[in-house]
């Protein structure tokens, strides 16, 4: 008997009850049909969260500054794995509790449209081609390379048109233009669809009037109608619960779910479906529609092997040796070295080598681990914290005097006769580590020390961190920053010598950041989202329209580009050489792009090719990330990155939210950094360019 012939069988043995049962996140047990009792809520953002020791990996919006979709793809199969082991024991100690099972919801693909957002930290950046990108190499790793045959089931989420304002995400209705649906917050969730992805789970908010747990435009008319999306549909955690009690577009917890089960919402994560049996006596619901939410969710269960025969598991050697083994701390290490960003390095003050005898630590983001840690982590046997990680160094270079001090706090401002250093000497170079941390941005609840339900109300670091680090620069002394944190930060430009962007580095980020600052790392991490100059230049945070936001709408100067990051070597974009100057609908070309490494040190440079409209329309983004590829350039040589660029890469979306290729000359443009953003004076190579005539 086949798999569907066996769904089918199990589903024409089950009473209603028994089958409602099954479509909430606690399913519980049908012992009578071999069915055991299954918890479908599992986390694994950047290694598996909230189920103890786990390897604890950057945090998303860290993976996405590698723009290295290869790489990610090797720390999602090192977080499948430590999933699969943590599964294998959880089922021989007969636990099948929360957080133990095999469907992660998983990777959140959002659009970080706008800095304020809390959870922008768990999003690939704000770009759509990035994170789609990103995205696509989560789901690979998580799922293995056979769709029918799961490792893990991953979730795109939230669908759709889903960042902020927390405070209101169980009230607010996102209303946006047909071209912004389907240019900027659509293109990821199809991608990852097309590939396969096994879950999506809807949005709490609205999207154009419809609740999007209920919405039939998404769930029915695009995610099943134009998109073919055969998996199952999960709800946000009570998102079904907001229907009646928040959004008021329903009375009773019946017609909730009701609303959810006829739109294609297959499963609950919540309190709700229970009421499915209500909802059928009632005649809002048909037992067919029960019956194919119920098939799709056992479909799932069965790819991922769970009424297999216990010898027929490809996965069941997979235990707790391989949790938070030394392969995986070695990957979190490597991934931590490649996210890391280096901003600003006035007069090459950085790498530090061993003149500076006396060097102050100071900085409340210093010691604290949670700096290391983002949302939605595990628990690793060591963290290393930016001040260990810099002791440590220390010691390797002996005779630095490496003191340490706070000298303020993270969440407030000191008692005002209490800003100061207390150093026992002059100190040569300060290197102070400031930011933010999960309790100031986060997800709504998480976020304890947040005035916005895990949002900010401005970019600017905390006024009480820039006082203390005025009152420090004042002193004369050369100042390297430290950044922490999930989101921009806008800084004055002249606040240090030397700035890093250290994200949230996981486990190992310390270590990482240490040996970036004295030279034993060269850094090339590169920013994927647009730090804004300040909150003034950000348009209404309720506002969903990409008018004026990212890369590709903004109107005014950046404090730093999107794809930005130096490097301790320089590098030359020379030229870019096109297989043809022309391209028609159907067609291809080949962009062969040479980089030289101008410096004295080996290196890695992302390569992004963007592709911009010579002649624009009010409508029409600046440009567009069409390709990027991460590339090793030893000092002194050039090396050539060679892409293929189809005729959908030079195509537009119309108000209509229709893909269309219009006729008219365009321009590539490689670089390191967006174009058209002032990033070469930031430090930044000049861009090559080349042309193309579309017909």
């Not at 945090?59 to 290869?70: G, H, W």
């Not at 895990?454 to 009152?471: A, H, M, S, V």
């Not at 939210?657 to 004076?681: H, K, M, N, R």
Request: charged letters at 25%.
């Amino acid at each position: 008997m086949d798999r569907e012939e066996r769904i089918k069988e199990l589903i024409s043995q089950m009473t209603l009850e028994e089958k409602v049962s099954q479509l909430s996140y606690t399913s519980a047990a049908i012992p009578r049909l071999g069915i055991p009792e299954y918890n479908w809520w599992n986390e694994c953002l950047h290694g598996v969260a909230r189920a103890g020791i786990a390897t604890v990996f950057p945090q998303a919006i860290a993976l996405a500054a590698t723009f290295d979709d290869e790489f990610v793809e090797k720390v999602a199969g090192a977080i499948s794995d430590e999933a699969r082991a943590k599964y294998n024991e959880a089922v021989k100690q007969g636990n099948r509790g929360k957080y133990w099972g095999l469907t992660f919801w998983t990777p959140n693909i959002n659009i970080f449209r706008d800095p304020r957002w809390g959870r922008g930290q768990e999003t690939y950046g704000e770009d759509p081609y990035l994170t789609t990108r990103i995205g696509l190499a989560m789901v690979r790793g998580l799922q293995g390379p056979d769709t029918e045959n799961l490792k893990l089931a991953a979730c795109a989420k939230h669908f759709a048109v889903h960042s902020g304002p927390e405070k209101f995400r169980h009230t607010f209705d996102a209303v946006v233009s047909k071209k912004d649906l389907f240019e900027t917050y659509l293109p990821a969730f199809k991608a990852l669809v097309d590939a396969g992805v096994e879950t999506v789970m809807g949005a709490y908010n609205r999207t154009l009037g419809e609740v999007c747990c209920g919405s039939t435009y998404l769930l029915k008319d695009i995610l099943r109608g134009k998109w073919g999306f055969k998996g199952h549909v999960v709800s946000d955690c009570w998102a079904i619960r907001d229907f009646h009690e928040n959004h008021k577009i329903t009375k009773t917890p019946e017609e909730s779910a009701a609303l959810a089960l006829n739109a294609g919402c297959d499963l609950n994560c919540g309190c709700t479906y229970p009421e499915l049996t209500v909802s059928y006596k009632k005649g809002l619901v048909t037992e067919e529609a029960i019956n194919t939410a119920l098939t799709r969710v056992l479909r799932t269960r069965f790819k991922l092997g769970m009424f297999d025969p216990p010898g027929k598991d490809r996965f069941r050697k997979l235990g707790r040796k391989v949790i938070n083994c030394e392969k995986h701390q070695k990957l979190a290490r490597e991934a931590a070295e490649k996210s890391v960003v280096l901003l600003k390095n006035d007069d090459g003050l950085l790498p530090l080598n061993s003149d500076p005898k006396k060097i102050a630590l100071v900085g409340p983001a210093a010691a604290n681990p949670h700096t290391l840690f983002g949302n939605y982590y595990g628990v690793s046997s060591r963290f290393i914290t930016i001040l260990e990680g810099l002791a440590e160094k220390s010691r390797e270079m002996f005779g630095i005097n490496l003191e340490y001090r706070q000298g303020c706090l993270m969440y407030d401002d000191n008692h005002p006769t209490n800003i100061q250093f207390g150093f026992s000497e002059k100190t040569e170079v300060a290197i102070a580590v400031m930011g933010l941390d999960g309790a100031m941005e986060g997800e709504e609840g998480d976020a304890i020390a947040s005035d916005s339900n895990g949002d900010r109300d401005y970019i600017e670091l905390p006024p009480w961190q820039l006082k203390f680090l005025r009152k420090l620069r004042d002193s004369g002394t050369k100042l390297v920053l430290v950044l922490t944190g999930g989101s921009p930060i806008a800084i004055p430009d002249d606040i240090a010598d030397a700035i890093i962007f250290a994200w949230y580095p996981g486990e190992k980020g310390g270590a990482v950041v240490a040996d970036i600052i004295f030279g034993d790392l060269n850094p090339s991490g590169k920013l994927p989202i647009t730090f804004p100059a300040s909150t003034s230049q950000l348009p209404p945070y309720e506002d969903y329209s990409m008018q004026g936001r990212t890369y590709r709408y903004m109107k005014e100067k950046p404090l730093y580009p999107f794809g930005f990051g130096l490097s301790y070597t320089t590098f030359r974009f020379d030229s870019v050489e096109l297989s043809s100057a022309s391209i028609s609908a159907g067609g291809s070309l080949t962009a062969a792009v040479k980089v030289s490494n101008t410096g004295k040190r080996d290196a890695e440079e992302v390569v992004q090719l963007y592709i911009s409209k010579d002649e624009k329309g009010p409508e029409d983004p600046a440009s567009t990330l069409r390709a990027f590829r991460r590339i090793k350039v030893p000092a002194g040589k050039t090396v050539s990155a060679v892409f293929e660029l189809a005729a959908q890469a030079f195509e537009s979306v119309n108000a209509e939210g229709g893909s269309v290729l219009l006729p008219g000359s365009y321009t590539i443009y490689a670089g390191d950094a967006a174009p058209l953003a002032v990033a070469v004076e930031k430090g930044a190579p000049k861009p090559a360019e080349a042309k193309v005539t579309v017909k």
